[in-house]
């Protein structure tokens, strides 16, 4: 049985993983990088490497740990919320209502508004998100607990939805406009700047604080809705806050680097088998290895090809796709 002091020494562990995935994968990319001329830049010479190290590959590693992390905590979340270990953003299809939302966003600007520093498209990839999770709270909900099957069911119906939807829109714009947007479709990083992570970061904090509140009584929750009461933990007031927070971050997530899948479901597995089950040292953890799962594949689809980038969504669904398929066997066996 591990200790507590085991626990903690893993998760430290993790955190400072995460902190060495920050520090040195910027130094890795198509250009290589000498630390010279990183220095005259910072000496306030306007050099090509410093500008690519400075505001292209930082911001791009910093998005992509952040967003990977944010995704991992959103899929822990859902399972414990669900209680299906297959669950998370993009087999639920919420990362697809989100994607329905930007789609809008960027295909009309004529409909622009915004909320507070909420821009159009996260505004909308918010009401996508929570619209879905509510769908499939709703549709998989029966009267003790939640159906697994109907759970994954409704999540895929819901998915295929949302695909058939911008597929519609595609039709009525142009070509031009559609091309950029399927890019974007695939999930990537690739594309960000400060500005993005501020952006992000308007929805991305509140979420992880509305998750990271829940870890206490996530650890009831896991044992059952009657569990969980006979405990004293308000199980509605729960899950509202677990879905509004899951539904934060994954608008957060899509809105910038579009649907990326898998990493909300595989991350949390490996961090419970590192970490235990105890969600005060899972979601942190989680949020870590995350980031760092998400941040080295970038990596490697950013230098594998060079000077070609590959979107970084192709290369988790590619290492995804088999383990979700190995896992969706061993639950039906």
Request: glycine letters at 12%; proline letters at 5%; a neutral charge.
């Amino acid at each position: 049985m591990m200790t507590p002091r085991s626990q903690l020494s893993r998760v430290i562990l993790c955190l400072a993983g995460f902190g060495m995935a920050a520090c040195l994968l910027p130094w890795f990319g198509a250009e290589s990088l000498s630390l010279e001329s990183i220095m005259h830049f910072l000496q306030g010479e306007n050099t090509v490497e410093g500008f690519i190290f400075f505001h292209q590959r930082i911001p791009r590693v910093i998005m992509a740990l952040l967003v990977g992390g944010s995704l991992a905590m959103a899929g822990v979340a859902l399972q414990v919320l669900f209680r299906n270990p297959l669950a998370e953003p993009w087999t639920l299809g919420v990362a697809g209502g989100a994607s329905v939302g930007a789609f809008i966003a960027v295909v009309a600007p004529s409909i622009h508004f915004s909320i507070g520093p909420l821009a159009t498209s996260q505004c909308l990839a918010l009401v996508g998100a929570l619209l879905v999770l509510g769908m499939v709270y709703l549709l998989a909900r029966s009267p003790k607990s939640f159906a697994s099957h109907t759970l994954l069911l409704a999540g895929i119906t819901i998915g295929i939805l949302s695909g058939g939807i911008i597929m519609l829109i595609s039709y009525f714009i142009s070509p031009y406009e559609f091309l950029s947007f399927h890019r974007w479709m695939v999930g990537g990083v690739d594309a960000v700047g400060y500005s993005d992570l501020g952006s992000f970061l308007i929805l991305g904090i509140p979420g992880w604080i509305l998750l990271a509140s829940q870890t206490r009584e996530f650890n009831h929750l896991a044992l059952g809705s009657e569990m969980a009461l006979g405990q004293g933990v308000d199980v509605r007031r729960t899950r509202n806050l677990a879905i509004l927070g899951a539904g934060l971050i994954t608008a957060a997530a899509v809105s910038v680097t579009g649907p990326i899948g898998f990493i909300g479901m595989l991350i949390p597995h490996a961090t419970r088998a590192l970490v235990g089950v105890d969600h005060r040292a899972v979601m942190p953890s989680a949020f870590a290895m995350g980031g760092i799962a998400l941040a080295c594949c970038d990596t490697f689809a950013r230098t594998i090809l060079a000077p070609t980038e590959l979107p970084v969504g192709i290369i988790t669904a590619v290492v995804g796709a088999p383990i979700f398929l190995l896992l969706l066997i061993r639950i039906s066996r």
